[in-house]
């Protein structure tokens, strides 16, 4: 089959790679659309060492139709559209047992798809694609549950304020799960026409810190006091410190995004003191994030459409990268098998 392959950092080509084997409990599926995720940028550009030995096929946010599927399995059949969770836990160590499967010290990454015309894996985490939600929906299933995962961790609720920093696809999915939520939503962003999306779909207030004092308009939005919650969803410590600054008394500061190339930040540690600050982050998602997200997307709770900026065939799967890492539009979609 053709797959997407990263060789070294900005060296990605297309080749011919094995169709993956499929096990007794294993689900084949013909890809149809993938997301880029920040995550599959890390390693092109540089900033971080692979996960797995290069070259090799990146991505995780996909869905497509059954193929084939193994001999024990009986929960799926062939024809079936699906979307897949990248992440098997196994349910029994001592995060899972404290319902932090997102920290599974067993977890098992046998689940492979992504850029290529073909995935792979277990039955129990392919789940199929409620009707009336498209492929592409689908593939935003994986970044939606860590939103979600974020949206537990900012303690936000009905009438607080809700900054959102940063308004990339996972800036204005967290967004829609605060206005979703009864918040007033105030989205800050570099790039205008991001801004004008955030708008689009929910924020009440846009800010861009480029032309207004980003920390003093939010707390002339509160009385002078702050927001509730602050979620950071660009990894740039000038954004966090900032979120430090904006965030009320008893505030939720979230740092969603990760930082690279990692970054180190100046503390003022009484401004958490005294300001009784609960400074936290958020990590990957767990099989209820995952499920709760298909349930988002059926309900329009969310809307991702609106999300997708570019979509280019496989063979652009490099022109997709290179979109992404530009911050040229929103999410590039990449469509397999001539979809």
């Known amino acids: 089959m053709k797959a997407a392959l990263i060789y070294a950092p900005g060296d990605l080509r297309i080749g011919e790679v094995p169709r993956h084997d499929v096990g007794p409990d294993d689900v084949l599926v013909k890809v149809h659309a993938c997301g880029v995720c920040p995550s599959d940028i890390r390693f092109y550009a540089g900033e971080r060492e692979p996960m797995r030995p290069p070259p090799y096929t990146p991505g995780h946010e996909w869905s497509g139709i059954v193929e084939a599927v193994g001999a024990n399995v009986k929960t799926l059949v062939v024809g079936d559209r699906v979307t897949a969770n990248p992440r098997v836990v196994c349910g029994q160590c001592f995060y899972c047992g404290r319902g932090m499967s997102n920290y599974c010290e067993n977890l098992r990454r046998v689940v492979r798809g992504g850029f290529a015309e073909y995935g792979v ?117 000038a954004a966090a410190a900032q979120a430090l600054e904006m965030a009320a008394i008893g505030a939720n500061v979230n740092l969603f995004a990760g930082f690279y190339p990692k970054q180190s930040l100046d503390l003022d540690l009484n401004l958490i003191h005294y300001k009784q600050l609960k400074l936290t982050g958020s990590h990957d998602f767990t099989p209820h994030h995952f499920r709760a997200g298909l349930q988002l997307m059926v309900d329009r709770t969310v809307r991702l459409e609106p999300l997708i900026s570019h979509r280019l065939p496989l063979e652009e799967t490099k022109r997709a990268f290179d979109t992404v890492l530009a911050r040229e539009g929103l999410k590039v979609m990449v469509h397999l098998n001539g979809h």
């Not at 009905?158 to 967290?174: A, K, Q």
């Open 121 to 237: 894996g277990p039955a129990s985490n392919l789940y199929r694609i409620p009707d009336h939600v498209s492929f592409e929906e689908a593939a935003f299933a994986e970044p939606l549950a860590c939103c979600i995962n974020g949206r537990y961790n900012s303690g936000y609720g009905f009438g607080d304020t809700v900054v959102v920093v940063g308004c990339g696809p996972i800036g204005l999915i967290h967004v829609q799960l605060a206005r979703a939520a009864g918040s007033r939503v105030v989205a800050v962003e570099l790039i205008e026409r991001r801004l004008e999306k955030a708008a689009e779909v929910g924020a009440h207030v846009t800010i861009n810190p480029a032309r207004e004092d980003a920390v003093g308009r939010v707390k002339q939005l509160t009385d002078g006091r702050g927001a509730n919650a602050v979620v950071v969803a660009i990894g740039n410590k």
